[in-house]
T-cell receptor, first 113, second 114 residues
Framework: GESVGLHLPTLSVQEGDNSIINCAYS??????FIWYKQESGKGPQFIID?????DKRQGQRVTVLLNKTVKHLSLQIAATQPGDSAVYFC????????????FGQGTILTVHP | DTEVTQTPKHLVMGMTNKKSLKCEQH?????MYWYKQKAKKPPELMFV???????INESVPSRFSPECPNSSLLNLHLHALQPEDSALYLC?????????????FGQGTRLTVV
């Protein structure tokens, strides 16, 4: 399940399930969004991006959905694998935050074999 | 080559020491960034360089001094740090500053101030 509190939100899924990670962004003027995956001891790794003139973009096993009305971004991972276990961050850029890539809180995804 | 290389990977320094973190990229990117990341927190922007000029300083204390000697290199000079400065320091680069292009991150330098 998913929990939000003083700690990072967590999502636990079984291998083969689909995962949905959510992100609420703060700046209504942001026009570019990125999802990053960060494994323990490593730097953030680009997964997929989307511009504000789109509401959906698909990659390999991943889909990003953007709802500008409610300032919400989601990352869907199909057929989740143990190697997908990591912390996932959404990041936004644009508007009054020109040139500043600002990260969201992050979600810990744990995939059980 | 889509790699951003950071050295050293780990650094332990005393509060009176002077040290430097190094970052290198050979992707022809003209924007380079320093981020600080505390445990279980998202990366926080510190500095942005665009075409080797400092474009953003997010009110970072002067004990952190960035330098961009050329378009491929970015340094972060450290002096008189405090224990609370212990963190993962991440370097990133992107094709242009402000453009809607992805930023590539290095593996980071794990800094411990004792």
């Amino acid at each position: 399940g998913e929990s939000v509190g003083l700690h990072l939100p967590t999502l636990s899924v079984q291998e083969g399930d689909n995962s949905i990670i959510n992100c609420a962004y703060s700046n209504s003027a942001s026009d570019y969004f990125i999802w990053y995956k960060q494994e323990s001891g490593k730097g953030p790794q680009f997964i997929i991006d989307i511009r504000s003139n789109m509401d959906k973009r698909q990659g390999q096993r991943v889909t990003v959905l953007l709802n500008k009305t409610v300032k919400h971004l989601s990352l869907q991972i199909a057929a989740t694998q143990p190697g997908d276990s990591a912390v996932y961050f959404c990041a936004e850029m644009g508007g009054t935050s020109y040139g500043k890539l600002t990260f969201g809180q992050g979600t810990i995804l744990t995939v059980h074999p | 080559d889509t790699e951003v290389t950071q050295t050293p990977k780990h650094l332990v320094m005393g509060m009176t020491n002077k040290k430097s973190l190094k970052c290198e990229q050979h992707m022809g990117h003209r924007a380079m960034y320093w981020y600080k990341q505390k445990a279980k927190k998202p990366p926080e922007l510190m500095f942005v360089y665009s075409y080797e000029k400092l474009s953003i300083n997010e009110s970072v204390p002067s004990r952190f001094s960035p330098e961009c000697p050329n378009s491929s290199l970015l340094n972060l000079h450290l002096h008189a740090l405090q224990p609370e400065d212990s963190a993962l320091y991440l370097c990133a680069s992107s094709q242009e500053w402000g453009g809607s292009t992805e930023a590539f991150f290095g593996q980071g330098t794990r800094l411990t101030v004792v």
